[in-house]
């Protein structure tokens, strides 16, 4: 079994937006969220939970609410980042919402990022954990 059925694993707010609303060249994204999500861990940042309000429809909200109720771990996490670690991301380069998702990850020990689009951390040396798509997941979970 690999590590990732037992890490804590964060879902990028791109990975909810293109499962809910099933966009076309995404359908990764939303095989991992409604077929798979139940073999992770997740836990969501408050980045994360601040740009799904921003981006979500009351009706996506109530589809995701049903996914997430059948999980044995999901954890909603509100605490913001921690200054020291934010500026660390900033100093490498990171905009302002990078920035809160990468430190934000790093202290809850989270050891994956699923993301289709967070590609400044590719650029950002040593992250303590692995950015990873949603299809690359799913094959993983297959093994």
Same mark, same amino acid.
Do not use: C
């Given at each position: 079994m690999?590590?990732?059925?037992?890490?804590?694993?964060?879902?990028?707010?791109n990975?909810?937006?293109? /499962?809910?609303r099933?966009t076309?060249?995404?359908? /990764?994204?939303?095989?991992?969220?409604?077929?798979q999500?139940?073999?992770?861990r997740?836990?969501v940042?408050?980045?994360?939970? +601040?740009?799904?309000?921003?981006n979500?429809?009351?009706g996506?909200w109530k589809?995701?609410?049903?996914?997430?109720g059948?999980?044995?771990t999901?954890d909603?996490?509100h605490?913001?980042a921690? +200054?020291?670690?934010?500026?660390k991301?900033?100093?490498?380069?990171a905009?302002?919402?990078?920035?809160?998702?990468?430190?934000?990850?790093?202290?809850?020990?989270?050891?994956?990022?699923?993301?289709?689009?967070?590609?400044f951390l590719?650029?950002?040396?040593?992250?303590?954990?692995t950015?990873?798509?949603?299809?690359e997941v799913?094959?993983?979970?297959?093994?």
């Open positions: 690999n590590s990732i059925r037992t890490d804590l694993v964060a879902l990028d707010t990975e909810y937006i293109h /499962a809910l099933r076309p060249g995404f359908e /990764a994204s939303a095989r991992l969220l409604f077929g999500i139940t073999n992770l997740i836990h940042p408050l980045q994360v939970t +601040v740009e799904l309000r921003h979500l429809l009351p996506e589809e995701l609410f049903e996914v997430v059948r999980l044995e999901f909603w996490n605490a913001p921690v +200054v020291d670690l934010f500026e991301y900033r100093t490498q380069g905009k302002k919402g990078d920035a809160d998702i990468g430190a934000q990850l790093e202290a809850a020990g989270v050891q994956w990022l699923i993301s289709e689009n967070r590609h590719f650029e950002i040396h040593n992250l303590p954990f950015v990873i798509s949603a299809a799913l094959a993983m979970l297959a093994e």
